[in-house]
């Protein structure tokens, strides 16, 4: 710290510059028409529903279609119980399986493995693009485990 | 070592490859802040609505932080704004490490799209690992010479730093024993 205390920097430049910096940013993101929403994360978009774990669980006790947006490897290990893999980037085919439970399911929820994962917002773009409605688990798998929620996690083929 | 960092020449050198580096770093950010955010997020340090926020301002930092280095306006307390950014950038990268967060991309220089997985750059140098941990290491190397804080090597080298430091030391203790300690040079 003393270190610190010795340079010869003016610490009201230091601050300056970080508070310059931010405030062109935020003008950028106003003004430039290349911004966006600052209060919801990045990956919603108009239409998307999301559903927190807590409402997902209600839905999963009624009877709900779960689908698992990430590699299927990953459902292969273990996934929210019922689930069926509907990987992003095998969708065609994996639709296609996947196809006659969604016609039958009262409703659906996608998801993946949470934070800056992208797949379950694109997988639920997809399906509403074909007519099915389908909700999107917020903060995906990490939160449904953290809030203790069970998991299925018998190897699949 | 601290008299050749401290050479103008070398400072010269260091501030326009450091400056040019992180101009360059924020270009493509600034051009799409909407990709960067997802980067931010994916590395799991904050949440949704503060990774919005960082993608937005932080790239402005960085440019704003190597124009001035690459002019050579304020250039003690521009090379320590980016010292500051490494530091963060060096902690987030060994969080997510630690984590065994998978990031593809990290975002750091450029966004370009992560869907092919093309041979250059490898994904070694693309991802968060040791690769970028050193070269944040040996940039904040360069940021802290810019700043003048040098290392202390046998003491003989030990120009303005110590001296200063000792002295600024007495001061302190002075000014802790009230005004009317105060040293007879210091009138």
Known sequence: MLLFLDMAVDWKRFILILVAGASLGLAWNAGSGRGMALGQSVLVQAGDELVAVRAGKVLLDQGALFLDARPRDFWRMSRIPGALPLPEEDFERAFQEAEPRLRRASAVVVYCSGYGCEASHLVARKLRERGFAAAILDEGLPAWQDAGLPLDEEPRP | ?187
């Open chain 2, 1 to 187: 070592m601290s008299a050749l960092l401290a050479g103008p020449r070398v400072q010269l050198v260091l501030r326009l490859l450091l400056g040019a580096f992180f101009v360059y770093a924020s270009l493509d950010k600034i051009a799409s802040p909407a990709a960067f955010a997802k980067v931010v997020y994916q590395w799991q340090v904050v949440g949704p609505a503060p990774s919005n926020f960082v993608a937005v301002t932080l790239p402005w930092v960085e440019l704003l932080a190597g124009a001035l280095l690459i002019v050579g306006a304020w250039r003690r307390e521009a090379a320590l704004v980016i010292a500051l950014l490494l530091v963060v950038f060096i902690a987030a990268a060994g969080s997510v490490m630690a984590r065994g967060i998978d990031v593809e991309n990290c975002g750091c220089v450029s966004l370009a799209a992560n869907a092919a997985p093309s041979a250059w750059p490898p994904a070694w140098m693309k991802g968060v690992g040791w690769f970028l941990v050193t070269r944040n290491v040996v940039l904040l190397a360069a940021a802290l010479a810019l700043v003048g804080v040098m290392p202390l090597s046998h003491g003989t080298q030990a120009t303005g730093g110590v001296a200063s430091r000792i002295h600024s030391g007495e001061r302190s203790g002075a000014s802790e024993g009230g005004a009317t300690q105060r040293p007879p040079d210091e009138k």
